[in-house]
């Protein structure tokens, strides 16, 4: 079974561009969540999407966004790229049925803006 | 809300003895738990969760954890680590009903030959 692809593994960006990455669930794995990774603040929780609705928000300015489609992919956009957006974005799938599971973890993309 | 304390930001064990790495979360809805492990540009490996049941559950690659429900910790233990368990250690809770990890700081393990 194929775990979570993201693509691309790394970006470069200049400062006021916007990026979009993709996330690919495990199949059948409906509930996909965003994360980013810092040295500074950590893991950080941006956005939950469940059959193509977004289900949870975390503390992130509104540059930050995503969407999910039918299929369950799901993609993050961030907008006028600033410095402090350079991070590993990871994105997570889960069954999210009604028994309580885990959620695995892609690899990554690693994001540098300049 | 739910947070998530690691009390350790670095470890270093000799190869061959063994760890507690320690976690400890406040919150004031029940949650799950879970300790996952990175490698150097990796994404999360799952190392081993309690959803529920035995409060002592085993993961991969030897590693064991006890939840502790009056005390609020979830410790992660290995009796006899290997150099290859040189990683950085997070734990993770999340509420019921709710697919939001919070995370710790983690823990980075380093093992000494």
């Known amino acids: 079974k194929a775990g979570v692809t993201q693509t691309p593994r790394y970006l470069i960006k200049t400062r006021g561009q916007q990026v979009t990455l993709s996330c690919s669930p495990i199949s059948g794995h409906r509930s996909v969540s965003w994360y980013q990774q810092t040295p500074g603040q950590g893991l950080q929780f941006l956005f939950e999407?469940?059959?193509?609705?977004?289900?949870n928000k975390g503390n992130f300015p509104g540059r930050f966004s995503g969407r999910q489609f039918s299929n369950s992919r799901s993609e993050m956009n961030v907008s006028t790229l600033e410095l402090g957006d350079s991070a590993l974005y990871l994105c997570a799938s889960s069954i999210s049925g009604t028994a309580p599971t885990e959620a695995f973890f892609g690899q990554g993309t690693r994001l540098t803006v300049v | 809300a739910q947070s998530v304390t690691q009390l350790d930001s670095q470890v270093p064990v000799f190869e061959e003895a063994p760890v507690e790495l320690r976690c400890n979360y406040s919150s004031s809805v029940s949650v799950y738990l879970f300790w996952y492990v990175q490698y150097p540009n990796q994404g999360l490996q799952l190392l081993l969760k309690y959803l529920s049941g035995s409060t002592l559950v085993k993961g991969i690659n030897g590693f064991e954890a006890e939840f502790n429900k009056s005390q609020t910790s979830f410790h992660l233990r290995k009796p006899s680590v290997h150099i290859s368990d040189t990683a950085e250690y997070f734990c993770a809770v999340r509420a019921f009903g709710n697919e939001k990890l919070t995370f710790g700081t983690g823990t980075r393990l380093t093992i000494i030959p």
């Open positions: 999407y469940f059959s193509e609705t977004q289900r």
